[in-house]
């Protein structure tokens, strides 16, 4: 079952910035059965947040990200029916909500839709796994490994191992509860798997063609680049203290934590499109990223980056395992070269040469830079707050290959799941 | 390779003062400003530098005095708060700080609130770092420096933790310890270490001396006071835990968890376990290299080889478990997302271990005798969050560390949950320990700033804010 991953962005009322909040807070406080927004009765929902950003000149703004299973219509109907009233609630704080007085489900849903951002750029950690297949396939393992605790007690392990497999399977089989887990469905359909890379070699394929106009293109780039890069201001200023503090408080209460921020593009047309077209590259980049990578980073659930406001601020919301520091290390040790290439179009970034070489690699002024430019989530929900993207992989891989048929060796790995 | 500043660095710095066995720590806190400056500038002549001296000079010395101080001492001493605002926000907060209590896993028992010393309750200024060369030269040293506090009035004695006589290099559960130790480029211990163990991870001074170059490649943000704006040059962090072993706990669990079916002790099981949860032999032999027993069983015969790597010569955690003390702490290449990214990014959480056991070994593993023993966790780092807090946090108490579940480091973790597991993985088919209990416990800590010597002098030599004012106002 594929993911659909995106935001619904509203200007708050700027006189009603400190009511929201409260409201937020009290959504914060009690996520599993605050009466606004009942998180945990969304069926496909897997992490959800809400963010006030208030950027300045450009004026307080709420973003509500959702990553959930299926489309969007299902989604909304279902968000509508256990939230709508709490986001009644939550929009009347916003401009251009007209629903006044009581609820109305229609205009809320036209409200929504008017709103919604899709991200120009998105990763998946786990690829095709629906919300409830995660939490099935959580129970599938911890049943088993319960029950092999026994087997290992009652001394059976020095059996063959082809007789320890039948036992794990007679033991999934002969219970009631896990019956489900007997018929897997792919993570991705053919098509699915197929398309990003059809796209990549369409895209390639076009390059040839129109190799001898890009080929001048590209060096006019550069030297524009280049340009620019030398021009670019270079200030360093270190992200406050007490701010860190305020993101900190907030942080490691479950095994994921949240990043949200608004960056500030470059000005000039040059750096808008060079932006877009990074992000559109690393959007079909990441479509073939099907082994819970993103750049080599293992630990990202959801994350998205957003051109919003005609391109002149870029939006990025991240859901990963584990602290930050552990987070932003990934980032400077493994993914450098694509995250650099990103964010060295944004204001403040520790300077580079060729879109993607130095910035980032300047690990404590990148951290700072990074801090910087966080905000503080008000609100988050996660629907497996004890789950890092390897263990659902690993869940996963332990259901698909129950029952298949494998030689020895296949079954030794598979034994090694557990 | 960076040219160290032998002169101004601490003696601690770069040497874990093996030739001097005895040590004392005291824990002081500053009551007058003016006096404890004036004490603070006379102990700093003596303060010892890292200064090579011959092997013959060595073998004459008889003790070595250190210093660390916390934010709040800094601040006491007359810093300006521009300058204080300088350091390193984990160090401004102190380890004791709400979230940092959270992140470091100091919970119920290890809560701050329930610690001797570096709570609210007795916060703690300096530390006074003393080594000897015998009980005697301890003796006679302690009564100096608390002569010399008494005299100087302003300072009052917190506690004096007393690290005792170390006998071997065996911690309380009774392993091999001091083994894996990063070597610093230009130290010039690069071949000690090598003939020692036979491995040697060098890196850059910046990483565990300020001012310097760091494996980043660049000088890291290094605090600045006013009138001298190299002020944290040559120093370094300096975080200390003093954390109690339960080791008759320790002992009786892992005995329970390996009984043989009839219920009777399996001393081999036992033992085999306990490595298991260390990823070495109580002999310090590692299991990656010696998976099915100690080399050296029944003898006093120490092993500090350490010439292995994880993801290549045990990817499955076979002979050293996935979770095992030694490959949380350090990981090596074992993180992916290939050998190489991963050992060169494990290196940028490595510290330097100088910590040293406290109270005396208890006489039968299994029965405890109600006194408190422990290790008094020391380590330096030039980025807390990033070395010894990443470790801590990210490694250590991290229930789902490299793919595992519900569980976090056998030997040191917080297991105040009560489902906590430990898995040995096997072939074919893992054991789980289950029900862990926290055989740790730790009773007082805090974030230390380890001075270069000008930075010490600077300190003493400070004038009262008042006296500032005073003047300013007269110009006017
Ligand atoms: C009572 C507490 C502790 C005990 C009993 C203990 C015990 C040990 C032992 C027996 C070793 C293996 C010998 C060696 O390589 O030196 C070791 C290694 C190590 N420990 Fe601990 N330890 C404790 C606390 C800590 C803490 C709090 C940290 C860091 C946050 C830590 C980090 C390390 C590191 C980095 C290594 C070396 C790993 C390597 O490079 O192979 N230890 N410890």
């Excluded at chain 1, 390639?204 to 293109?217: E, G, H, T």
């Excluded at chain 2, 073998?59 to 001493?77: I, M, P, R, Y």
């Excluded at chain 2, 703690?124 to 301890?138: G, H, K, S, T």
Aim: glycine letters at 8%; hydrophobic letters at 40%.
């Amino acid at each position: 079952m594929a993911q659909t991953v995106l935001t619904f962005i509203t200007k708050i009322d700027p006189g009603k910035v400190t009511q929201l909040t409260t409201l937020l807070e009290q959504i914060e406080s009690n996520q599993s059965s605050n009466p606004f927004v009942p998180f945990a009765s969304l069926k496909g929902l897997h992490f959800a947040s809400f963010v006030i950003f208030d950027d300045g000149d450009c004026g307080p703004d709420l973003v509500f990200e959702n990553n959930f299973d299926g489309a969007l219509d299902a989604y909304l109907e279902d968000l509508l029916r256990h939230a709508g009233h709490g986001l009644h609630g939550i929009y009347s704080c916003c401009l251009g909500y007209t629903a006044t007085g009581s609820y109305d489900r229609q205009k809320m849903t036209a409200y929504l839709r008017a709103h919604v951002v899709w991200p120009n750029a998105y990763h998946i950690g786990n690829v095709g796994r629906g919300a409830e297949r995660i939490h099935q396939e959580t129970t599938l393992r911890d049943r088993i490994e319960v029950f092999l605790d026994d087997l290992v007690t009652d001394g059976k392990i020095d059996e063959p191992l082809g007789s320890l497999r039948q036992r794990i399977q007679q033991f999934v089989s002969d219970d009631p509860s896990l019956t489900w887990a007997i018929n897997v469905r792919p993570r991705q359909t053919i098509i699915e798997q197929f398309t990003p890379w059809a796209k990549i070699a369409l895209v390639a394929m076009c390059a040839l063609l129109f190799l001898p106009v890009l080929i001048p293109l590209a060096i006019v780039s550069v030297i524009v680049l280049r340009r620019h890069e030398k021009l670019d201001p270079d200030q360093f200023r270190p992200v406050s203290s007490a701010h860190v503090q305020h993101l900190a408080k907030r942080e490691d209460r479950i095994v994921q934590n949240h990043y949200a921020g608004i960056f500030r593009v470059k000005p000039g047309w040059f750096r808008r499109v060079t932006l877009r077209s990074v992000l559109w590259v690393a959007n079909l980049i990441a479509r073939t990223s099907t082994r819970g990578k993103l750049m080599g980073i293992p630990s990202i659930h959801f994350a998205h980056w957003s051109l919003i406001d005609e391109g002149r601020r870029l939006l990025f919301l991240s859901n990963y395992g584990g602290s930050w520091g552990n987070y932003l290390d990934d980032f400077i040790d493994k993914a450098s070269t694509g995250l650099t290439g990103i964010w060295s179009n944004t204001t403040d970034f520790p300077p580079t040469r060729f879109l993607v070489l130095d910035g980032s690699r300047n690990g404590p002024r990148f951290k700072s830079f990074a801090r910087d430019k966080q905000t503080a989530t008000r609100v988050w929900y996660s629907a497996y707050p004890d789950l890092t993207v390897q263990n659902i992989d690993n869940n996963s891989a332990i259901r698909e290959d129950l029952f298949t048929s494998l030689d020895e060796t296949a079954v030794r790995s598979w034994l090694r799941r557990f | 390779m960076a040219q160290l500043e032998h002169h101004d660095i601490q003696g601690f710095l770069l040497s874990s003062y093996g030739h001097l066995p005895c040590a004392t720590y005291l824990l002081l806190r500053i009551s007058d400003v003016a006096s404890s400056r004036q004490w603070l500038a006379r102990l700093t002549d003596e303060v010892r530098t890292a200064v090579a001296v011959s092997k013959a000079e060595r073998e004459q010395e008889v003790f070595s005095v250190n210093l660390a101080l916390t934010h709040t001492g800094l601040s006491k001493l007359g810093l300006d708060p521009a300058a204080l605002a300088t350091f390193s926000l984990a160090f401004q907060e102190g380890m004791a700080a709400e979230h940092r209590a959270r992140i470091l896993g100091d919970t119920k028992d290890s809560a701050p609130q329930e610690w001797h010393w570096g709570n609210a309750d007795n916060p703690v200024d300096i530390l006074l770092l003393v080594f000897a060369r015998d009980e005697d030269a301890l003796e006679a040293q302690l009564r100096q420096r608390r002569n010399d506090i008494v005299a100087a009035r302003g300072i009052q004695e917190v506690s004096a933790l007393s690290a005792g006589r170390q006998e071997d290099t065996k911690e309380h559960f009774g392993f091999a310890d001091g083994i894996g130790q990063p070597v610093i480029e230009g130290s010039g211990r690069l071949s000690r270490q090598l003939d020692r163990t036979g491995h040697a991870t060098v890196l850059k001074a910046g990483e565990f001396i300020l001012g310097y170059v760091n494996d980043y490649g660049v000088v890291a943000d290094t605090p600045s006071a006013t009138g001298m704006p190299d002020f944290g040059r040559n120093a370094t962090y300096l975080v200390f835990r003093q954390m109690a072993q339960h080791v008759a706990e320790f002992w009786r669990f892992l005995d329970d968890a390996t009984r043989r079916s009839d219920g009777t002790s399996d001393q081999a099981a036992r033992e085999r376990l306990a490595a298991k949860f260390v990823g070495r032999w109580t002999s310090g032999a590692p299991l990656v290299k010696y998976p099915s027993g100690d080399p050296h069983a029944g003898t006093s015969t120490l092993n500090s080889e350490n010439d292995f790597e994880f993801y290549e010569n045990d990817g499955h955690g076979f002979a050293c478990p996935i979770g095992a003390h030694i490959r949380r702490a350090n990981p090596r290449d074992a993180l992916g997302p290939d050998s190489q990214t991963a050992l060169q990014s494990a290196k940028r959480h490595s510290i330097l271990r100088r910590g040293r056991s406290y109270g005396h070994r208890l006489a039968n593993p299994f029965v405890e005798d109600g006194t408190e023993r422990g290790l008094h966790f020391i380590c330096l780092n030039s980025d807390i969050e990033r070395q010894f807090e990443l470790i801590q946090q990210t490694w250590i108490n991290n229930t789902t560390f490299s793919g595992l579940q519900r569980e976090t480091d056998p030997l040191i973790g917080n297991h105040d949950k009560t489902d906590r597991l430990f898995t040995v993985q096997d072939d074919p088919l893992r054991t789980r320990v289950s029900n862990l209990r926290s055989f740790v416990t730790v009773k007082g800590g805090a974030y230390f700033f380890l001075h270069g010597l000008r930075a010490l002098r600077y300190l003493g030599s400070l004038k009262d804010s008042i006296f500032h004012y005073q003047t300013e106002w007269r110009d006017e």
